[in-house]
C-alpha cells in the first residue's frame, strides 16, 4: 500500500544550556540565544515513517517544521536520512506560537498539502514538554489518533496496528487510516545520516535562508530540488489572528535551568547491618 506520511518535527532550544538570556521582554523564548537542536522524539518518529516507507513500496516522507529560516536544517536532517520532501512554515506572524496556535498552523499548512494517510510527531517537545500539539492537530483535522506509540508493527487493509507504551505495560491497538501518531522517545532511534544524500541536499535551503552570494547559487536554476517549500501564513491560508502570539492564550513567564543538589548524603556498605538499618529508616519514614 502507497502510503503518503507527513512528519511533524521542531527545531528546539538545546535545554542543556539555559543562560540568562533564554528570555524575550515579551515572555518568549529567545532562540537566538540558544543552540539548536532535531527535537528528539521527533527523530524517533521520522525512523518510524522511514521504516514505513521501506516496508511499503512507492510511499512517500514528508517533513513539516515551524519555525524561523534557520529551521530548514530540519528538513535537511530529514533529507539526509530519506525524507523525499519538506515544508517550512515561517513568517513573523507565527513568532511566539503556543502549543494552540502551533497546531492550528501545522493543521492548515497539511490542509494544503493535502490528503495524507499518516501524520507522526514526536510525543512532546523538550522545549515544551506538554505533549499537545499532536492530539490538537489530529483534533482540528477530525483524525483518530493513537499516542505514546513505541513501534508501528504494519499497515493493511487500510489500518495501522501499533504497539504502545503505557503505565504498567504495553498494548497493541489497530487505528483506521488515516491517523496521527505521536512516538515515544523508547521508540527505535533515527538512523544516522546517509553520505550519498548528504552530498545530494547539503546545498538544499529555503529562499530566506540564502544571502545572494553564495558559490553555488547556480545550482538552484538546474537543481531544483534544492528549493526547500517555504510557506507564511498567507500560504496556508491561515488566519493571523489564531496564529503566534495573537493566537496564543498561553504565555512563558521563565525559563531557569535548574541544578538539584544533595544537602546530605551517606554512604553504606552491603554489610547486612547496614541493609537491616536502611530498611527500618525506610519503614520508619513510610517511603516503603
Known amino acids: 500500500m502507497k502510503l503518503k506520511i507527513v512528519v511533524l518535527a521542531k527545531q528546539v532550544p538545546d535545554t542543556r544550556n539555559v543562560g540568562k538570556d533564554a528570555m524575550t521582554a515579551q515572555g518568549t523564548v529567545n532562540r537566538a540565544a540558544l543552540p539548536a ?3 528528539p522524539e521527533d527523530l524517533n518518529a521520522l525512523e518510524q515513517a522511514l521504516r514505513l516507507k521501506e516496508s511499503n513500496p512507492g510511499s512517500t516522507v514528508g517533513v513539516l517544521t515551524m519555525g524561523p529560516p534557520r529551521a530548514g536544517e530540519i528538513i535537511r536532517q530529514g533529507l539526509y536520512r530519506g525524507a523525499d520532501t ?3 512554515l515561517t513568517d513573523r506572524k507565527f513568532a511566539g506560537a503556543d502549543t494552540l496556535a502551533t497546531s492550528y498552523a501545522l493543521s492548515m499548512a497539511i490542509r494544503k498539502i493535502g490528503p495524507v494517510d499518516i501524520i507522526i510527531g514526536g ?3 523538550i522545549d515544551g514538554d506538554t505533549a499537545q500539539v499532536g492530539p490538537q492537530v489530529a483534533q482540528k483535522l477530525g483524525l483518530n489518533q493513537v499516542t505514546y506509540a513505541e513501534e508501528i508493527l504494519k499497515i493493511e487493509n487500510g489500518h495501522a496496528t501499533i504497539r504502545r507504551h503505557i503505565d504498567g505495560g504495553v498494548e ?3 487505528a483506521p487510516l488515516p491517523v496521527l501518531i505521536t512516538v515515544n522517545g523508547t521508540a527505535a532511534p533515527a538512523r544516522p545520516c546517509n553520505v550519498k544524500l548528504v552530498m545530494k541536499y ?6 530566506m535562508e540564502r544571502k545572494g552570494v553564495e558559490p553555488w547559487a547556480a545550482l538552484y536554476e538546474s537543481r531544483p530540488y534544492l528549493t526547500l517549500n517555504q ?6 491560508n491561515a488566519d493571523e489572528e489564531q496564529c503566534g502570539l495573537s493566537g496564543s492564550p498561553t504565555k512563558v513567564k521563565a525559563v531557569q535551568n535548574i541544578v538539584f543538589q544533595t544537602k546530605e548524603s551517606k554512604k553504606m556498605t552491603d554489610g547486612d547491618a547496614d541493609i537491616e538499618g536502611l530498611m527500618k529508616e525506610l519503614i520508619n519514614e513510610k517511603i516503603i
Open 37 to 39: 537542536i532535531f527535537n
Open 86 to 88: 519538506g515544508w517550512l
Open 123 to 125: 510525543r512532546q517537545a
Open 172 to 174: 497493541t491497538v489497530v
Open 202 to 207: 547539503k546545498y538544499a535551503t529555503c529562499p
Open 231 to 236: 510557506w507564511s501564513v498567507a500560504d496556508v
